[in-house]
């Protein structure tokens, strides 16, 4: 069964997001405390291959890599476990150079050319700026160039708190309308439990999950966090990534990226690592921008009317149903809608600052038109901006 739903997703793939962890092209001699530096271009020759015979089934792709601090702390000598904000972004402005000059090198030796594209929130997070970055990356697809994207991290802090191209690489594949993200990660898939806690018990003996096809609580708790001090996230921000495609009717493929034959056993259908799919369902390209691209800068919370409104009959949320707001937002702003239990329910682009709306909150609309007078919205936030989760 498992392996009829992968054929199937692979039988006209034509476009493909395939996602570099930083174990996958290091060195991987151990080192103090596990510590890992260096990029090795041998594992990025041998990539090099595997993106040809990609290539060479007439499907595009695009890669979202990391690497650049890890790459950096060799070039800088930097080998201390923990490093400080700037020299990470001193460690990304040297290691994005030589990470792209081994790329270029290794690529063209296969008769492939690449392109470096540098993202960071705020390219995503403005509309106009998020379309640009997707003409961009279609006009490099269009003439047989292969883009190689990762964050911003010499100039972009909060994404390097958070070092998590496993979310960029979702956010890209739904922005080029990949058919298929693959995470190449140290790690076979998600298992039925932690694998690096034994147990005396064979029945307890974890067990690789071959497909999901909805990402549950349970799930994402099962996800844990990494313990990897090359990689940062783990196997629960691979969880939030597929969660994302998901979606959007994207698939994601967790998989081994040290296994050299990985991709031949991903383009046979053969059953390994982990896939997230739950069918080719998606919601609108704007709307899962707003959901998953933008930082909501504020939460309101609505009473249970509302919260049937929204989510059973899909109506717009209006003053009448706010309970409470938090948090300082403009007109125009992403704001977390949460029920009375603290559950969020939705998210969306809000009609009020938060100034007029604690004003409003729980007003009938024919008091709020005589409060401002024509110059108000009946809606706090317009169905058609507003995405159910």
């Not at 056993?265 to 997230?276: R, W």
Request: charged content about 25%; overall charge positive.
């Amino acid at each position: 069964m498992q392996n009829d739903i992968r054929k199937e997703i692979l039988k006209d793939l034509k476009r493909v997001v395939i996602k570099i962890g930083s174990s996958i092209i290091s060195n991987r001699d151990g080192g103090r405390a596990g510590l890992t530096i260096g990029l090795n271009a041998d594992h990025v020759r041998r990539l090099a291959g595997t993106i040809r015979r990609i290539v060479d089934r007439n499907c595009e792709v695009v890669l979202v890599s990391s690497g650049a601090i890890m790459a950096g702390r060799e070039r800088l000598g930097l080998s201390k476990a923990h490093l400080t904000i700037p020299e990470k972004q001193a460690c990304a402005a040297i290691g994005q150079s030589y990470l792209m000059h081994t790329y270029e090198k290794k690529f063209e030796k296969e008769g492939l050319k690449v392109a470096q594209i540098l993202l960071g929130h705020d390219d995503l997070e403005n509309r106009g700026r998020f379309l640009n970055a997707k003409h961009t990356l279609e006009t490099l697809l269009e003439h047989g160039v292969i883009p190689i994207i990762n964050e911003n991290d010499s100039v972009t802090v909060d994404e390097i708190k958070i070092g998590d191209n496993d979310t960029l690489s979702a956010t890209v594949a739904c922005l080029v309308d990949a058919q298929l993200l693959v995470i190449l990660s140290d790690v076979d898939g998600l298992y039925s439990r932690d694998p690096s806690k034994k147990s005396g018990k064979k029945q307890d003996a974890p067990k690789l999950i071959g497909h999901i096809d909805h990402v549950t609580d349970e799930i994402e708790k099962l996800a844990g966090k990494s313990k990897s001090s090359v990689t940062v996230g783990g196997m629960y921000t691979k969880v939030l990534a597929a969660k994302q495609t998901m979606s959007f009717g994207i698939p994601t493929l967790v998989v081994n990226g040290l296994d050299n034959k990985a991709s031949d056993k991903i383009f046979s259908g053969e059953s390994v690592g982990t896939l997230f799919w739950a069918g080719k369902e998606k919601i609108k390209t704007r709307k899962h921008w707003i959901a998953h691209t933008l930082k909501p800068s504020g939460q309101i919370t609505v009473d249970s009317g509302a919260k049937k409104a929204i989510v059973e009959r899909g109506k717009s949320l209006l003053p009448a149903g706010v309970v409470s707001v938090e948090g300082q937002f403009a007109f125009g702003n992403a704001v977390r809608v949460l029920d009375e239990k603290g559950t969020e329910i939705a998210r969306g682009l809000i009609n009020y600052n938060a100034r007029d709306l604690e004003q409003i909150k729980g007003m009938k609309t024919a008091a709020v038109r005589n409060l401002f007078d024509q110059n108000f919205y009946e809606e706090v936030i317009h169905r058609d901006d507003l995405v159910v989760l």
